[in-house]
């Protein structure tokens, strides 16, 4: 039986039959295929698809739940453990370091850890880490080496991270670990000492930005670096709009906090002034999608969290009614806020 050769990239089996199909590259003996060549050395984002389904997990494993603080409304989303009830589970929040250093994790942690009682989640921990971080790494590397399990998955939402704790893990260089959704695309397998290191494909999030905008804009709208946050206060009847493509209309007075990419243009404006400007939206904005839709929220009392697909989120005091206007089917939600 001849050797199937995948890519290192992505983890696509090579092909050299169809262009528009993944895993086309010139040749089998290449490291990569065309779209992770052309991803690595011009930046272009193209044929990855999202694969749905899970491979087989081992019962006799350690399944690595990740995801970025960015997606932390999504932590308890996807019951793994339902589908593998004889592993253990440990929760890893990914990318700490995007939080501002006054966060105060105890707190974080704290909340999680209720969120996951509260919710029936099987865990043996929760983990605040940040894969860029040597120190962390090395943390990960020895609480791993507890575990009798040869197995470990990393499991999580796309652009959580996981390629990046794969790479620093098993030593790998050749895997790519861009924030391109859907670019892993079958499991990279790596050794780490005596434990085998599975890097599955992104769990799909639908509404998230690679639905709406092209990789070489939705990548700049995506932080990679410690969020500044900013705070406005508005008046009743006040809008803030976020790029071209979320509209909030506030019906009181109200302070708000914005953990976005500090390279994200926010402009304040009133109520009367968001249809006219998104009638124009190619005159008054570089970022915009062809159709918005409008929806009200109500936020309930005490201090809540508004996540914005995976570009970032607001913390607001309720109860209070918002106005959006958004891409249709964009992801948004509305939690408990999980820190101060």
């Keep these: 039986m001849s050797k199937v050769n995948k890519c290192l990239g992505c983890g696509a089996p090579l092909q050299t039959e169809d262009q528009t199909k993944v895993g086309f590259a010139i040749s089998l003996e290449h490291t990569y295929c065309q779209s992770c060549y052309r991803l690595l050395h011009y930046g272009e984002g193209s044929t990855h698809f999202h694969p749905e389904d ?78 860029k971080n040597e ?11 507890q575990f009798r399990e040869k197995h470990m ?17 098993t030593n790998t260089k050749e895997a790519l670990a861009f924030k391109k959704a859907g670019l892993t695309q079958e499991a990279l397998i790596g050794t780490f000492e005596n434990k085998v290191i599975y890097d599955l ?10 639905q709406f905008l092209p990789y070489e804009t939705y990548k700049k709208l995506i932080p990679d670096e410690e969020i500044n946050p900013k705070i406005y206060q508005l008046k009743a009847k006040q809008s803030l709009f976020i790029e071209g493509l979320i509209s909030i209309t506030f019906l009181k007075d109200i302070n708000v906090t914005l953990y976005l990419d500090s390279n994200i243009h926010i402009h304040k404006t009133n109520e009367q002034r968001v249809q006219p400007l998104l009638l ?5 904005f570089i970022i915009f999608v062809a159709d918005y839709i409008e929806q009200s929220f109500k936020v309930p009392s005490g201090k809540h969290q508004i996540t914005f697909a995976d570009m970032g989120f607001m913390h607001l005091l309720g109860p209070i009614t918002i106005k959006m206007r958004l891409p249709k089917d964009m992801h948004v939600s509305i939690t408990e806020a999980l820190f101060q």
Excluded: C, W
């Design 54 to 131: 899970l491979p087989k997990l081992e019962a006799d494993s350690v399944i690595f739940m990740i995801s970025s603080v960015l997606h932390l409304d999504l932590l308890f989303s996807y019951p793994v453990y339902r589908y593998q009830p004889d592993a253990k589970y440990v929760y890893i929040i990914n990318q700490i370091d995007l939080l501002p250093k006054s966060t105060n994790l105890d707190v974080l942690i704290e909340n999680i850890t209720k969120q996951a009682e509260k919710h029936m989640i099987p865990f043996v921990d929760i983990i605040l880490m940040s894969a």
């Design 135 to 145: 120190h962390d790494i090395v943390n990960l590397k020895a609480y791993m080496r």
């Design 153 to 169: 998955y990393l499991v999580g939402v796309q652009n959580s991270g996981k390629t990046t704790i794969y790479k620093a893990l």
């Design 201 to 210: 494909p992104g769990l799909y999030q639908m509404g998230y930005l690679h």
């Design 280 to 284: 124009e939206k190619e005159k008054h």
